[in-house]
C-alpha cells in the first residue's frame, strides 16, 4: 500500500512539472511572439 500511494505522489509530481514546463514554453512562445515592445511597456509600468 506503502508504494502505491509514492507512485501516486510521483505521478502528480510529473502532471504538476509538466504544466509548469508546458506554461513556461507557452509564455516564451507568447513573449516571442507579440514582441519586446509590449514586454518593455509592462515593464516600464507594471502597475498597468
Same mark, same amino acid.
Given at each position: 500500500? @506503502?508504494?502505491?500511494?509514492?507512485?501516486?505522489?510521483?505521478?502528480?509530481?510529473?502532471?504538476?512539472? &509538466?504544466?509548469?514546463?508546458?506554461? @513556461? &514554453?507557452?509564455?516564451?512562445?507568447?513573449?516571442?511572439?507579440?514582441?519586446?515592445?509590449?514586454? &518593455?511597456?509592462?515593464?516600464?509600468?507594471? @502597475?498597468?
Amino acid at each position: 500500500m @506503502g508504494t502505491q500511494r509514492v507512485e501516486m505522489d510521483v505521478s502528480r509530481r510529473w502532471k504538476i512539472a &509538466i504544466i509548469v514546463l508546458t506554461a @513556461g &514554453i507557452a509564455a516564451l512562445v507568447l513573449v516571442l511572439l507579440y514582441g519586446p515592445s509590449w514586454f &518593455i511597456a509592462w515593464a516600464d509600468d507594471p @502597475g498597468k
